[in-house]
């Protein structure tokens, strides 16, 4: 006789909704436990797609292994409710966000049951809840009162069409994902979470975990710790000064021009007159960028001479001010002192626009490229045939 799959399907999804059979029992101790957590879907009115169902059938194998191994499984679902997606749709239908959202919820519930996935059905929610959202925001007023969390003005991907501030995998080639409405770069208000201060823990927990070398090597990137110091620079003929940070002060004698990022707030006021238009045209250019095309997919080097010059505080040497889209204002100050002979980028913006470069560590051939190892230090004064540490 053939096995009937559909009718099997329905007897059986019925029993286990009626009998709970996946509901967790969090205070049987008496078993090892295993939390098994999906991305929760973002509940559109399309339903679920192919790229749902792959991800939730592999975490629903493992979850049923682990019944079968002995273990008490955690196997929730809920909703990532809130977003842009949900407010954008409301203004452009002037449907309620409330009513659109539950009903598609319930689409996406019947989906997921149909499929006939182990959840805890009685552990849902959704992002949208008053009773989930008063603790994220619980978490914010603690954050806060600890100085974790800060309002300051930073450059964000804003899309005047969309009336919001866009992630950066949210913009593709200068236009919003969602209705590919044209995205620029400006200054305004954010509320950001003080990272940095949990640096080391967060690295340390990375070795902690199961997770592919890669994935573990994107998040180190994330975190983004970096030992270095700070340097203060003085414009030329005026009373103005800058700070850079840098991981490598001991090859600031190689240091031949300086780079700001074009949102820089000193920008405007250093541009010389006879410079001022070229600077502003690449500002606007700039502002159309992601930050990932600004660095990883930015392979040509571009900017624009300021006009003004930096002190170099040890050589005493003037480096020419420029702007360029491959420093961002997000990372260390938002300014940097280019030392081409020994990092790619700035060998390959100094190769573009015929700039010095000077090479202050032995070894390499700077004709072809920059030589970014190790070695003594050489016309650096003071500093010369000292290694790193000794240097540093």
Known sequence: MAYNFIENEKKWQKYWDENKTFQTDI??????????????????????????????????????????????????MGWDAFGLPAEQYAINTGNHPETFTRKNIETFKKQLKSLAISYDWDREFASCDEDYYKWTQAIFIKLYNKGLAKL??????????????????????GKSERGGFPVVRK????????????????????????????????QRNWIGKSIGAEIDFTVSGTD?????????????????????????????????????????????????????????????????????????????KLMPIWISDYVLMTYGTGAIMAVPAHDQRDY????????????????????????????????????NGLNKQDAI
């Open 27 to 76: 205070w049987d101790f008496s078993k090892p436990k295993y939390y098994a957590l999906d991305m929760f879907p973002y509940p559109s009115g399309q339903g679920l797609h192919v790229g749902h169902v792959e991800g939730y059938t592999a975490t629903d194998i493992i979850s049923r292994m682990r019944r079968m191994q002995g273990y008490n499984v955690l196997h929730p």
């Open 152 to 173: 300051v003005e930073m450059p964000v991907n804003w899309c005047e069409e969309l009336g919001t501030v866009l992630s950066n995998d949210e913009v593709i080639d």
């Open 187 to 218: 200054n305004m208000k954010q509320w950001v979470m003080d990272i940095p201060k949990y640096a080391e823990i967060l690295l340390n927990g990375l070795d902690e975990i199961d997770w592919p070398e890669s994935t573990k090597e994107i």
């Open 240 to 316: 103005k000064k800058f700070t850079v940070f840098t991981t490598r002060p001991d090859t600031i004698f190689g240091s031949t021009y300086c780079v700001l990022s074009p949102e820089h707030p000193l920008v405007k006021e250093i541009t010389t007159a006879d410079q001022k238009e070229e600077v502003e045209k690449y500002v606007a250019e700039a502002a159309s960028k992601s930050d990932l095309q600004r660095t990883e997919l930015n392979k040509d080097k571009t900017g624009a001479f300021t006009g003004s010059y930096a002190i170099n505080p040890f050589s005493k």
């Open 348 to 383: 390959d913006f100094a190769k573009a626009f015929n700039l010095e470069i000077i090479p202050v560590l032995e070894g390499g051939d700077i004709s072809k490229e920059a030589f970014i190892e190790d070695g003594k230090h050489i016309n650096s004064e003071f500093l």
